[in-house]
Nanobody, 123 residues
Framework: QVRLVESGGGSVKAGGSLRLSCAASGVTDCMGWFRQAPGKEREGIAAMHRSMGRTYYADSVKGRFTISLDNGKSTLFLQMNSLKPEDTAMYYC???????????????????WGQGTQVTVSS
């Protein structure tokens, strides 16, 4: 079992930036970030296949968000720039995924989940 603890969420104005961190008790080959806004389905937004060096992004965040991993500290990051009110959601770190190239952001493929950190973007 991989334990994941997110941090770094908060409130920011549109156009601002936040960096989310996910401290992991162990690193798996495929890790990612998901989010869920009230009344909406969970959305996969970024994933990383560590050994293949590949990253994947949802169209909604491409060019604004960056996923990265500090191997030495077993910490996954999500740098979020140019934030928009529609980015408001609970953000979750996930590990143990498959990162299939055709479907890298499917939540059901990830085995381990954190408790989430709230991000609120005001206009």
């Amino acid at each position: 079992q991989v334990r994941l603890v997110e941090s770094g969420g908060g409130s920011v104005k549109a156009g601002g930036s936040l960096r989310l961190s996910c401290a992991a008790s162990g690193v798996t080959d495929c890790m990612g970030w998901f989010r869920q806004a009230p009344g909406k389905e969970r959305e996969g937004i970024a994933a990383m296949h560590r050994s293949m060096g590949r990253t994947y992004y949802a169209d909604s965040v491409k060019g604004r968000f960056t996923i990265s991993l500090d191997n030495g500290k077993s910490t996954l990051f999500l740098q979020m720039n140019s934030l928009k009110p529609e980015d408001t959601a609970m953000y979750y770190c996930a590990a143990g995924g498959m990162c299939y190239p055709s479907r890298p952001l499917v939540g059901a493929d990830f085995r381990h989940w954190g408790q989430g950190t709230q991000v609120t973007v005001s206009s």
